[in-house]
């Protein structure tokens, strides 16, 4: 049956995107929302100036050394229903139904510790060379040390892309399978973004901390430009006031 509204633009769903080399590679793995959240709160955290003891007390009110800290919160809908309704499309909402999904947004609060496919071949050298068989004949492979998260971009429109850092995760299981896998559920996550601050000096950051930078930049140049075409309904409320 045809759309009431054939001419509605197509909905943008928000994603999570994930820069990590865990799985099988440096493959980004996109966590695309089933539902975009019916809101979202934005926080920007207002600096404090220390106290001044000086004569320069007047210049520190407005002295400030980095753009302000800003956080989202949001509640994302998750649910296999109608996934369920057509199995043989889904085979792995019909064994797992939502739990890959959550397990996926679970990991990004996890430290890095290599691939699973080097991680894989990292167990069977070590296995076989136990035996007296060595896979490489030489060096054998050598699992990713942990000690960092991925890098994650919160991608809400072209409008709004920025690496997070996730801050808070809860999650609601509310209804089960019969293997008591979950089928819906509600995640509550708090994210903070991430600034050209945040990561290494140049000479040691990655190639995914460098697409974070550039969007955290392309997102903050928009914001500026949108800032400055507010000049025009300025100007309208400046003619608005003159009694002439």
């Known amino acids: 049956m045809a759309s009431a509204f054939p001419r509605s633009p197509k909905l943008v769903k928000g994603a999570l995107v994930e820069f990590s080399e865990r799985f099988l590679g440096p493959i980004p793995n996109i966590i695309i929302f089933q539902y975009n959240p019916e809101s979202l709160s934005r926080t920007l955290e207002v600096w404090q100036p220390p106290e001044a003891r000086d004569s320069s007390h007047s210049a520190s009110l407005t002295a400030q050394p980095s753009d302000p800290p800003e956080t989202f919160n949001l509640t994302l809908e998750l649910d296999a229903t109608d996934a369920l309704e057509e199995p043989e499309s889904h085979p792995v909402a019909v064994l797992s139904g939502i739990a890959d999904r959550i397990a996926a947004m679970e990991m990004l609060l996890y430290p890095e510790e290599g691939s699973l496919l080097g991680n894989l071949m990292g167990s069977i050298s070590g296995s076989l ?97 949108l800032a400055a075409a507010n000049l025009a309904n300025s100007v309208e409320s400046i003619l608005g006031m003159l009694p002439f």
Request: net charge positive; glycine share 8%.
């Open 129 to 225: 060379s136990g035996g007296g068989v060595s896979l490489s004949g030489s060096a054998e492979v050598q699992p990713v040390p942990r000690g960092t998260v991925p890098v994650v971009l919160f991608v809400w429109g072209p409008g709004r892309i920025v690496p997070v850092r996730l801050t808070s995760f809860t999650v609601d299981e509310q209804a089960f399978s019969p293997l008591l896998y979950p089928i819906r559920a509600k995640v509550t996550m708090g994210l903070k973004i991430l600034t050209p601050r945040d990561f290494p000096c140049p000479e040691k950051r990655t190639a995914a901390q460098e697409i974070a930078i550039a969007a955290f930049e392309f997102t903050r140049t928009q914001k500026q430009v």
